[in-house]
């Protein structure tokens, strides 16, 4: 542990376990939130005083009047998306000035858009099932270095430069390489530099500003986007986004060491989810499936596709305990699995026979593998209004008690609920 008031938060599943809800609620108490990966391909949905807010990009500290927000150099940015987002909370009365983006975080322009979505039409039943925001374009082009960065758009002529250096290669891509149309260059200019000028002022080294706060001693969040099976390296490669949702993604894409990181908060759902393709071997596709899939409302918060459902699985957990360095998890979505009679877990894999206790790297070995389950007994009691662990009944506690044992992680939140009040701490 180390001696500063910092906590990152990781999604533990594959997406969409309650980060943005969990992350509203710590801010309260916090003087800044960071989002250090992605882009606009996630969606944090918060429930506070009877609204409904869905962020993208800007982290969900805004609502609260004295919490600073941070866009961090590792995120993904697209100029049009973020100022529409702005333009949106503001007009809700809300204070956007205490939100800055860093200048070295990479931008996403049309044509990333473009080859995202032509990528995924020309892969057919291979699809990875994006959300075609041009996340993954972007990140190959910071990769390959010809990327054009915040620092770049916000000054008009290095912005035509960049520009200028990349659109005969990038028009020829999406006509030769797919069956794409020729993107205007002056219109992209113009539209481009009036997002970049509204977003100047919002720009600057954040590097700085968030170390001082660290060492100030103040509190600071690092909130997750997507989660720890989508992470580019650890996640179910080829089915994974281009970033790093892994704890240590937080330092990378922040610029900040690892040393000051106090705790790592591992936020899952009380079953699994998946938005988007690949393996997901307790996945129901019944009608129990779809049972939760309804109740729990399990649709996408940025594409609005319906997300698949499937029983908790606790060798995920384990895996993301381990490779983030989980200090604890916080569990939401308890209330969903209410009247559902008998409840299970997957504790470990079978694989042609053998007991694997592990996450397995390949995905090939993964679809062969079948989850070999704990039966637990359900409840019927109405969870929601619960404010501590011990007003749950006796089959949720001992839910919950089963995942700490068979994760070795201890559960400090449990949510019963959308809204900001539905959580308690354990
Ligand atoms: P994120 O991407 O991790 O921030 O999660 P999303 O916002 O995409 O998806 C989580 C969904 O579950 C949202 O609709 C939340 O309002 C909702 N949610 C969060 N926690 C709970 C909970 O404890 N119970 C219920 N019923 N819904 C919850
Ligand atoms: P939050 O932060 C769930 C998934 C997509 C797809 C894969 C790659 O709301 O939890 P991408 O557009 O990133 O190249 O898509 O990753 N995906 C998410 N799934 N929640 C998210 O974010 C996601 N962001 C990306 O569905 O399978
Ligand atoms: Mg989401």
């Keep these: 542990m180390s001696k500063y008031n910092t906590t990152v938060l990781v999604g533990a599943q594959w997406g969409d376990e309650g980060k943005g809800k969990i992350a509203d609620i710590l801010a309260e108490n916090a003087d800044m939130i960071v989002r250090a990966q992605g882009g606009n391909n996630a969606g944090h949905t918060i429930i506070a005083n009877g609204k409904t807010f869905k962020l993208h990009l800007v982290p969900s500290g805004i609502l ?113 390489m797919y069956d794409g149309t020729k993107l205007d260059f002056t219109k992209t200019l113009n539209e481009y530099r009036e997002y970049a000028q509204f977003l100047k002022p919002y720009a600057i080294d954040t590097t700085i500003l968030l170390y001082k706060t660290i060492v100030s001693g103040k509190s600071v969040i690092f909130e997750g986007a997507q989660g720890t099976l989508l992470d580019l390296d650890v996640g179910t490669y080829p089915f994974v986004t281009s970033s790093h949702p892994v704890a240590g993604g937080a330092c990378v894409g922040s610029g900040i060491g690892p040393t000051f990181i106090n705790s790592v908060l591992g936020i899952a759902k009380a079953y699994t989810t998946r938005v988007g393709a690949g393996p997901f071997i307790t996945e129901l596709d019944d009608d129990l499936g779809r049972h939760i899939q309804e109740v729990g409302q399990e649709i996408g918060t940025t594409t609005g596709r319906s997300r698949r459902c499937g029983w908790l699985d606790a060798v995920i957990l384990r895996f993301a305990a381990r490779v983030n360095g989980l200090t604890s998890l916080a569990i939401n979505k308890l209330d969903t699995l209410t009247n559902i009679p008998v409840l299970k877990i997957a504790t470990s894999y079978n694989f042609k026979n053998q007991v694997i206790d592990d996450f397995v790297a390949d995905v090939n070995q993964l679809q062969h593998c079948t989850p070999i389950y704990r039966d637990f007994e359900g409840w019927t009691q109405d969870i929601r209004q619960c404010k501590s662990f011990k007003e749950l009944p006796k089959n949720a506690k001992l839910y919950l008690q089963a995942i700490q044992e068979l994760t070795q992680c201890p559960i400090s939140m449990v949510g019963v609920g959308p809204s900001r009040e539905q959580c308690f701490y354990m």
Excluded at 87 to 112: E, F, Q, T, W
Excluded at 148 to 174: A, G, S, V
Aim: charged share 25%; with cysteine.
């Design 64 to 176: 609260y009047p004295n919490c600073d927000c941070i866009i961090g150099m590792g995120t993904v940015i697209d100029p049009k998306a973020l100022t529409e987002e702005i333009k949106a909370l503001v007009k809700l009365g809300l204070n956007l000035s205490r939100l800055k983006i860093d200048l070295r975080a990479h931008v996403i322009l049309p044509y990333h858009i473009e080859q995202d979505i032509l990528s995924e039409t020309a892969l057919n039943n291979l699809k990875i099932g994006t959300t075609k925001k041009g996340i993954g374009p972007a990140y190959m082009d910071k990769t390959k270095r010809s990327g054009i960065r915040m620092c770049d758009i916000i000054d008009p002529l290095t912005f035509k430069q960049k520009l200028e250096q990349t659109w005969e290669y990038k028009n020829k891509y999406l006509t030769q």
